[in-house]
């Protein structure tokens, strides 16, 4: 089934920090396990009137937001009544910089529309696309990961083995140790799921060393302890990262901060959509 988050506010913070890690990071190869689509046609929902709608219009006047490579990009896709997914970021930031693409999606759509973008940045040469289960295919392209690889893990279920017995954690932690680049995207709808979630974040990285490991939250004020409560798409979600620069890391911590200002006093569907932060690991 075709991705339906995209522009959600969830979707506004993942993009608005993997864009300038990108940036800051410049990998000579990018990794996506869960890619979805380059863009999407948008419409007015009430998810992307608070997400990306209500992000551009907030930003268009905010000093630190206008400059965000996010905005850069979405600005003007949105002018074309598109969003740009993580792919479709990716490629634009990347396209010179990169040497070497390689996307992994189960839906045949989704990277059919990543070889239509690449195509017409004639950079197809440098796209390699996977219609395959990631948890498995991504051993293949493990070993050959290195300090200037960046791979970007986005499932939302992170604690669950597929065929290969593996977890999208443990595909993490691999690429922990072999100094890679690595961002882990992970979603909760309640306080008891984020709890377990934590706890099998922190336990499975508990051997880990020298990684610069990192993780931050975001989470909506009005998330229930057991019972998901009205949401944009998600409750909360977190970023798992490793291997990543201090100018990345100040990235996500002050453009996070920006994020919980600018949902002040916002409402979705008659109830309160504030968020807050809540760093994981420092
Ligand atoms: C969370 S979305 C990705 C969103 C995208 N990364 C973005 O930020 O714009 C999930 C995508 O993962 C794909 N997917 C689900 N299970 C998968 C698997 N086992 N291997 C590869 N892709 C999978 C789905 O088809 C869907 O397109």
Known sequence: ???????????????????EILNFEKPKTYIETN???A???????????????HFIEKTTNNPVLSKSIYYRQEKPALIRQKYLGSPGLAINILSELCNTFIFFDIEKNALKNIDELAKSLHIQNKINLN???????????????????????????IDRDGISGKT??????????????????????????KQRLNKYILSGLSGLSGCHLHCIELIMKNIGKDTPTCNPGI??????????????????DSYSMQMVDIYENTRYKGNRADIYMEKIID
């Open 1 to 19: 089934m075709p991705y339906t988050h995209f522009g959600k506010p969830a979707d506004v913070w993942k993009h608005l920090a993997l864009c």
């Open 35 to 37: 890619s979805a689509y």
């Open 39 to 53: 863009d999407y046609l948008l419409d007015n929902s009430p998810e992307r009137k608070l997400g990306i709608f």
């Open 131 to 157: 219609n395959r289960d990631s948890l498995s295919g991504i051993d293949e392209w493990l070993p050959q990961t290195s300090s200037t690889s960046l791979i970007h893990i986005d499932p939302y279920e």
């Open 168 to 193: 999208y954690l443990d595909i993490f932690i691999e690429a922990a140790k072999r100094k890679a680049k690595c961002l882990l995207w992970y979603g909760f709808n309640t306080l008891n799921e």
């Open 235 to 252: 409750s909360g979600s977190g970023l798992l990262s490793c291997n990543l620069s201090e100018k990345s890391l100040s990235a996500i």
